[in-house]
């Protein structure tokens, strides 16, 4: 095995430009599959930063259930549950008492959430279930890592201290440490309240405790020592039929499942079936890439046959040459997934740095961990494998007579180049695949954006305000503002950012306590709103233009080869008085044959495919017109660019050089 690693070492050495353009194609293929494969990671494959992550379960996958019927599982289920802990996740307060008053979201948690979770604290304690016990006897809080360092300049005396959430005093019984911002992935919480204190956050929620129809309460727990899994499901659908008997009788009830706590809440189901769509696309540019790179194999394998002719001859086995050359493919595929991983951290880094244009707190860290870097050299061995097992296969078979007297291959055995021209006809496949979903997904963004708003977005401040969380009601808060818990629009004459400070400074003096949020520019706003259409006709974009440059140069690179080794019948063909012109249509007619077959299975494929892109669209059909037209021309174009080359130089073999070439 060390001998074949320094022989691949040799060989790469000794071709430094073939193994930059391998190097090159197969970063392209892995960056974008370690890019998409990092998001995976982040939205349902993350780790929580709690004691004894894995020991941490969530009711149905982070499906929220009725208050009232975690009470009930919190009661029965405790001969199979250590402690079950409830929070409803998105709670929205203003919190005032150390500067101007700011727009949080939080968590409103049972007594036993710190305990049974085992959230890590930076400093004081968690919430206690006496903290629990009785509605709005204990306004306690516990800030997060992030609101204690921006609000609070990471003061530690901040315990004990007083602050108003909503205008409603509560004290600081403790900070969580840096990382954790709670269960439920993408959320991003800064505070956790108890539930005995609802009705200071959400009083329409306190009024539901009772409710068997309201659900708000996400529930996660311990399995005690000795149950499994089964055994807990089993007891908490006991639990669940007697609750639907008792008291929704004559509905729908779906069991009760137990999954490892820290998935993307409640739409778990919906993000996985992006996610592997996303990890198709990608897997196809991971395809073509390495198409690619076995046809650049096969023609390097093709200038080495005289070499490897001469170690058979001398008593090589197969299986030790095509071992050698595989280890020479991994080495490559290496080196390619090196650079394709450095791309991927800086891609997800910044894809990470996206906020959704909603005004919930939703954010997800992509960077990449231990578990990426392993999906990463994985991904390298089996590429490596992929795009060198055909080549070197064909490479340790060579004609040994034709070999070893340095005749060059025949042009009848290589006239029809069967395995690169397949090569080349699945990178055009896969690119006209690509192509088309990158261009659905920008004419949907052009027909989204072209919609009539009804307004003039121009020269307009927006600003929003939540006065029911502060307590107000209808009639108080038209005495002081004209609208109740809509967004606020200003209409300006000039810069409507020279809005801001002013607008604020009035409310503020009307209420300290009242946050004002998601100040923006209407014109910015509408523009976010096509954030998740225009993110998708990028990455598809990205992607298939990936596609396209490979297919490009591996058709260039094909009929280049073709044009070389054809180079003595071209001359006999313009000896006997064939014009440069018919040479040139012979040379790009071969070539377009090619793509043509190429693109009208991609067409069928991405037609096939449509379908399941068709929920993602917007103002278009799936099987667009104008997009199944405009990709096979643009990509028609590209190849045809791409054998021209080759054929002028074909048309330009003079006959005596070519008679006399080897």
Not at 310 to 325: E, F, K, T
Not at 346 to 371: C, K, M, Q, V, Y
Not at 554 to 574: A, D, K, P
Request: charged letters at 15%; hydrophobic letters at 50%.
């Amino acid at each position: 095995m060390l001998y074949d690693l320094r022989y691949a070492l040799r060989g790469i050495r000794k071709n430094p430009v073939f193994t930059v353009v391998v190097a090159v194609s197969i970063a392209l293929g892995i960056a974008a599959n370690t890019t998409v494969f990092s998001m995976v990671n982040g939205l349902l494959l993350g780790v929580l930063p709690v004691a004894d992550p894995g020991g941490l379960y969530s009711f149905s996958s982070g499906r929220t259930l009725p208050y009232a019927d975690y009470r009930d599982f919190r009661d029965q289920c405790g001969a199979v549950f250590e402690g079950l802990a409830g929070h409803f996740p998105l709670a929205p307060a203003s919190l005032a008492g150390a500067g101007s008053a700011e727009r949080v979201w939080g968590q409103l948690v049972s007594g036993n959430y710190f305990q049974v979770t085992g959230a890590p604290l930076a400093l004081g304690r968690g919430i206690t279930p006496e903290e629990d016990a009785i509605p709005g006897r204990d306004p306690v809080v516990v800030l997060g890592s992030a609101l204690w360092r921006r609000r609070f300049g990471a003061d530690p005396s901040v315990v004990g201290r007083t602050v108003f959430f909503n205008g409603h005093r509560y004290t600081v019984v403790g900070v969580t440490a840096p990382g954790f911002q709670g269960t439920d992935r993408g959320i991003l919480s800064e505070f956790w309240a108890p539930l005995s204190m609802t009705s200071d956050f959400t009083p329409e929620m306190e009024k539901s405790k009772e409710s068997r129809t309201a659900y708000w309460i996400v529930i996660n727990g311990r399995l005690r020592p000795g149950v499994s899994r089964q055994q807990a499901v089993a007891a908490m659908n006991v639990v669940h039929s007697r609750i639907h008997e008792t008291h929704r009788k004559g509905r729908q009830r779906e069991p009760v499942t137990l999954t490892a706590a820290g998935g993307f809440p409640g739409k778990g189901q919906a993000v996985a079936g992006v996610m592997t769509l996303l990890m198709v696309v990608v897997g196809l540019v991971l395809l073509v890439a390495c198409a690619n790179v076995a046809n650049l194999m096969l023609a390097r394998a093709v200038g080495r046959q005289q070499e490897i002719g001469i170690r058979l001859a001398l008593g090589a086995g197969r299986g030790r040459l095509i071992r050698q050359l595989l280890m020479e493919s991994v080495l490559l595929a290496g080196l390619g997934a090196a650079g394709g991983f450095v791309i991927a951290f800086f891609a997800a880094r910044a894809l990470s740095s996206i906020r959704l244009p909603i005004p919930i707190p939703f954010a997800f860290d992509f960077t990449p961990d231990h578990r990426v870097l392993g999906y990463t050299a994985a991904l390298a061995v089996f590429t490596g494998i992929l795009f060198g097992l055909a080549p070197a296969i064909a490479a340790s078979r060579p004609d040994l007579v034709s070999t070893l007297k340095n005749a060059g291959p025949g042009f009848g055995r290589f006239r029809r180049l069967g395995l690169r021209n397949l090569l080349v006809g699945v990178q055009v496949t896969l690119s006209a695949v690509l192509l088309i979903g990158a261009g659905l997904f920008l004419r949907s963004l052009q027909s989204a954006a072209s919609l009539e708003l009804g307004i003039r977005p121009e020269n307009v401040l927006m600003m929003a305000v939540d006065p029911k969380t502060n307590g107000y009601s209808d009639e108080r808060f038209r005495g002081v503002l004209s609208l109740l818990g809509l967004t606020l629009l200003v209409k300006t004459s000039g810069d409507p950012a020279q809005m801001i400070h002013p607008v604020r400074q009035q409310i503020e003096a009307l209420d300290p306590h009242l946050a004002v949020f998601s100040v923006d520019t209407l014109t910015h706003h509408v523009s976010k709103a096509f954030l998740v259409p225009r993110l998708c006709a990028m990455l598809f974009g990205i992607f298939g233009l990936i596609g396209l440059t490979l297919a490009s140069v591996g058709l260039y690179g094909v009929v280049s080869y073709s044009v070389r080794s054809r180079t003595r019948e071209i001359g006999i063909r313009m000896a006997l008085g064939a014009r440069a012109a018919g040479i040139v249509r012979l040379v790009v007619r071969q070539g377009l044959a090619i793509v043509i077959a190429g693109l009208a299975l991609g067409l069928g494929l991405a037609f096939a495919l449509s379908r399941f892109t068709a929920s993602l669209l917007y103002g278009i059909s799936a099987t667009d017109a104008v997009t199944f037209v405009g990709v096979p021309l643009v990509l028609l174009a590209a190849a045809l660019l791409a054998v021209l080359l080759p054929a002028r130089r074909a048309a330009a073999v003079q006959p005596m050089s070519a008679l006399r070439f080897e």
